[in-house]
């Protein structure tokens, strides 16, 4: 029964690991105990010192350990890999330029990324941004984004999920409802729009709303405030725009995960593990908990607050089976991906697939 209690609530858990190409003592104890659904890999957990033969055995060796100490079936293994900055991997995989430089050629970049991906063993991928560009002052999305009109992200973003995801890795939209017209660094700081309903649906839920009619299972939520549509708590928190918004009006039936909850957006928010409870609450599906804005064995103590809850009838049990539903059923769905080697010719094929990166690439964005 413990073990059944433990797997239920691992599921709603995606942990971003320690910055190590090793699986260190602390994240092997955090996996073995929690169980979560997921983990998130970064720039720090690949070996960048190495050509590619040597980081590739390396990088099967933790991703053979992630999978046996977590002892799941099926686990999903998520990166951020956008292009531009937002690129973790080492040479020789394809350093895709900003997603606004390749959006007249994403059906050909999701199919190259997809191929890479899968060979390094994961099977999700952050991405596309579905946010419209339309702020300049914007220091996070930007050139991000497909473009800066409703038109063209979703003219971008469909081809490219289709043609990622024909290649065995799930794409997931973000940042739902949108991003692109901020003007802080939800990283930094809460970003706070004076967007309403009508707006939103007039502009940012458009390219959410087409994705999810074309199929997309996996969505991640803002951590934006609305106080238009909902004064008391930014998006991931918000029972108004994940239930509301995101399941009931756009029909969303699959798994929603938050982004990193130690972000400075998340300021205070979470320093209950309460707030794990308020995030299932909301309809949001999986808390994401990694290692550069915070301690992830937080995460212990989230876990064991939404049992808690779970067990003395704060927490709906419909709710809770609803939600647990949708994560198996896309665990169920997720490629067991295998590490293995691509030949240099599919890298040069690829280089040809779209506009290319040369610039340094980051830890976290």
């Not at 995960?257 to 995030?279: C, E, H, T």
């Not at 991906?337 to 030949?343: A, D, I």
Request: charge should be neutral; proline fraction near 5%.
């Amino acid at each position: 029964m413990l073990r059944e209690k433990i797997d239920s609530v691992g599921n709603h858990f995606l942990i971003g690991l320690r910055p190590s190409p090793l699986l260190d003592e602390h994240d092997r104890a955090l996996l073995s105990d929690l169980r979560p659904a997921g983990v998130i890999l970064f720039k720090s957990n690949f070996r960048h010192d190495l050509p590619y033969e040597a980081w590739l055995e390396s990088h099967a060796r933790l991703i053979a350990d992630i999978r046996a100490v977590t002892g799941r079936a099926r686990m999903l293994i998520a990166i951020d890999h956008e292009g531009g900055r937002v690129c973790r991997t080492p040479p020789p995989v394809t350093r895709f330029s900003y997603a606004v430089r390749w959006a007249g050629q994403a059906a050909r970049v999701g199919r190259a990324m997809g191929r890479e991906l899968a060979a390094l063993g994961v099977n999700v991928n952050f991405a596309p941004v579905l946010d419209i560009h339309t702020n300049p002052k914007n220091p996070v999305i930007g050139e991000r984004a497909f473009g800066q009109t409703t038109k063209a992200v979703i003219a971008a973003a469909l081809p490219f999920i289709e043609a990622m995801q024909a290649e065995k890795v799930i794409a997931c939209g973000k940042h739902f409802p949108g991003h692109g017209d901020t003007s802080i660094d939800s990283h930094l700081d809460l970003p706070s729009l004076t967007l309403g309903l009508n707006a939103l649906w007039a502009r940012e839920l458009k390219p959410f709303a087409a994705a999810i009619e074309a199929g997309l299972s996996m969505i991640m939520t803002s951590h934006i405030l609305y106080p238009a549509v909902d004064a008391h708590a930014p998006v991931t928190l918000s029972r108004r725009f994940v239930t509301g918004i995101l399941r009931d009006e756009l029909g969303f039936a699959g798994v929603a995960v938050s982004d990193d909850i130690g972000m400075g957006a998340m300021k205070g928010l979470f320093d209950s593990p309460d707030a794990a409870v308020r995030l299932i609450e909301s309809g949001c599906d999986m808390v994401m908990v990694c290692a550069h804005f915070t301690g992830t064995g937080r995460a212990r103590d989230f876990a064991q607050a939404i049992l808690a809850a779970a067990e003395d009838g704060r927490l709906d049990p419909a709710l809770l089976a609803r939600s647990r539903a949708r994560i198996e059923s896309l665990l169920a769905r997720a490629a067991t991906n295998e590490v293995g080697f691509l030949p240099q010719d599919v890298f040069r094929a690829h280089a040809g697939a779209g506009a290319l990166y040369e610039a340094a690439t980051v830890e976290v964005v």
